[in-house]
């Protein structure tokens, strides 16, 4: 998915939040979400919980939109245009609908619910999406990884998997990437990775073990979920700090409730990240955004019916590193 804001922020963004050494309580900060409309004329909205000032990195995680259950006859649907990337892994995770992928690496493939499709940008790569004629309700999530310094020029990829779902008393789970309730997912990525659904049945309690080096967030779909005793309302994000090596998710509500759980070793490094860019200096965002303005880098995607996104103007004022958050 493209970043379809006319004026992105530049961010520069690593390391942990602080310094504080890691103990056994479940420590959760809520993070919650702006609307960010992806543009076209009826503008399907999207809710960004990942980049924001409280909490830019959860692991290599660096970005998190999420959006629907929308009405396609109303919204239109998605249909996003030829836009580029670099240094960074996408995520695409649905719950409803159906999404029809292009790349420039020559991959036509479709985002289906239960099923990831993942994308290595590495050093340039375009790609499309656009929500096919079979979708009514479209529903999910689109989510970045950023690729570390060694791999960040990696060759471009594209990886599908449709995980089988783990069934416990009062939960269904599917893990997508990395490893959690006694699955591992053969998908491949630069840095240690959790990302799995949890659904959980009214008033169901799940405790699930995980790595106490991880930090974890929890976004909630549907329902109220209490993560390790804090409440999570739809929407909201639950940052939960390295140190335990146990999260319990409550459903707190009488329906299904519907969650991603996503987690990884904090990442370190400091990166600029910049409307489809991740780069390591405002040398590296200027130098992208100029080779795709003038064709270079980043390829072709064929079959889409329209002409690619333009990349929007750089700010007026030179992009200035940030020193790194603690």
């Given at each position: 998915m493209?970043?379809?804001?006319t004026?992105p922020?530049?961010?520069r963004?690593?390391?942990?939040?602080?310094d504080?050494?890691?103990?056994?309580?479940?420590?959760?900060?809520?993070?919650?979400?702006r609307?960010?409309?992806?543009?076209?004329?009826?503008?399907?909205?999207v809710?960004?919980t990942?980049?924001?000032?409280?909490?830019?990195?959860?692991?290599?995680?660096?970005f998190?939109?999420?959006?629907?259950?929308?009405?396609?006859s109303?919204?239109?649907?998605?249909d996003v245009?030829p836009?580029?990337?670099?240094?960074?892994?996408?995520v695409?995770?649905?719950?409803?609908?159906?999404?029809?992928?292009r790349?420039?690496?020559?991959?036509?493939?479709?985002?289906r619910?239960?099923?990831?499709n993942l994308?290595t940008?590495?050093?340039?790569?375009?790609?499309?999406e656009?929500s096919?004629?079979r979708?009514?309700?479209?529903?999910?999530?689109?989510l970045?990884?950023?690729l570390?310094?060694e791999?960040?020029?990696a060759?471009?990829?594209?990886?599908?998997?449709?995980?089988?779902?783990?069934?416990t008393?009062?939960?269904?789970i599917?893990?997508?990437l990395g490893?959690?309730?006694?699955r591992?997912?053969?998908?491949?990525?630069?840095t240690?990775?959790?990302?799995?659904e949890?659904?959980?049945q009214?008033?169901?309690?799940?405790?699930?073990?995980?790595?106490?080096?991880?930090?974890?967030?929890?976004?909630?779909?549907?329902?109220?979920v209490?993560l390790?005793?804090?409440?999570?309302?739809?929407?909201?994000?639950?940052?939960a700090?390295p140190?335990?090596?146990?999260?319990?998710?409550?459903?707190?509500?009488?329906?299904?409730?519907r969650?991603?759980?996503?987690?990884?070793?904090?990442f370190?490094?400091?990166?600029?990240?910049?409307w489809?860019?991740?780069?390591?200096?405002?040398?590296d965002?200027?130098q992208a955004?100029?080779?795709?303005?003038?064709g270079?880098?980043?390829?072709?995607?064929?079959g889409?019916?329209?002409?690619?996104?333009?990349?929007?103007?750089l700010?007026?004022v030179?992009?200035k590193p940030r020193?790194?958050?603690?």
């Amino acid at each position: 998915m493209s970043n379809a804001e006319t004026k992105p922020v530049e961010m520069r963004c690593g390391g942990p939040a602080d310094d504080e050494p890691a103990t056994e309580a479940v420590r959760v900060d809520v993070l919650t979400s702006r609307d960010v409309p992806l543009g076209g004329p009826r503008a399907m909205t999207v809710r960004r919980t990942l980049p924001q000032r409280a909490r830019t990195l959860i692991g290599a995680w660096c970005f998190a939109d999420h959006y629907g259950p929308d009405d396609v006859s109303v919204t239109g649907g998605m249909d996003v245009a030829p836009h580029p990337h670099t240094g960074l892994q996408t995520v695409s995770w649905l719950f409803s609908g159906e999404i029809e992928h292009r790349d420039s690496l020559g991959s036509h493939a479709y985002v289906r619910p239960g099923e990831l499709n993942l994308m290595t940008g590495g050093y340039g790569i375009s790609h499309s999406e656009v929500s096919t004629p079979r979708t009514t309700v479209l529903h999910g999530v689109q989510l970045w990884v950023a690729l570390p310094e060694e791999h960040r020029d990696a060759d471009r990829d594209f990886q599908h998997h449709a995980p089988e779902p783990v069934r416990t008393d009062g939960a269904e789970i599917r893990v997508f990437l990395g490893s959690l309730a006694g699955r591992t997912s053969p998908v491949r990525t630069f840095t240690p990775l959790l990302g799995a659904e949890i659904v959980l049945q009214p008033r169901a309690a799940l405790t699930l073990a995980v790595d106490p080096g991880f930090e974890h967030g929890l976004l909630v779909d549907q329902g109220e979920v209490r993560l390790s005793g804090t409440l999570l309302g739809p929407a909201e994000l639950g940052y939960a700090h390295p140190g335990p090596d146990a999260l319990t998710l409550t459903n707190e509500s009488d329906d299904i409730a519907r969650t991603v759980l996503l987690g990884g070793a904090p990442f370190e490094e400091e990166i600029v990240m910049w409307w489809n860019f991740i780069g390591r200096s405002a040398d590296d965002i200027v130098q992208a955004r100029r080779d795709w303005m003038e064709g270079r880098r980043f390829g072709e995607v064929q079959g889409y019916d329209g002409a690619p996104l333009p990349a929007p103007e750089l700010p007026t004022v030179p992009l200035k590193p940030r020193g790194k958050r603690r």
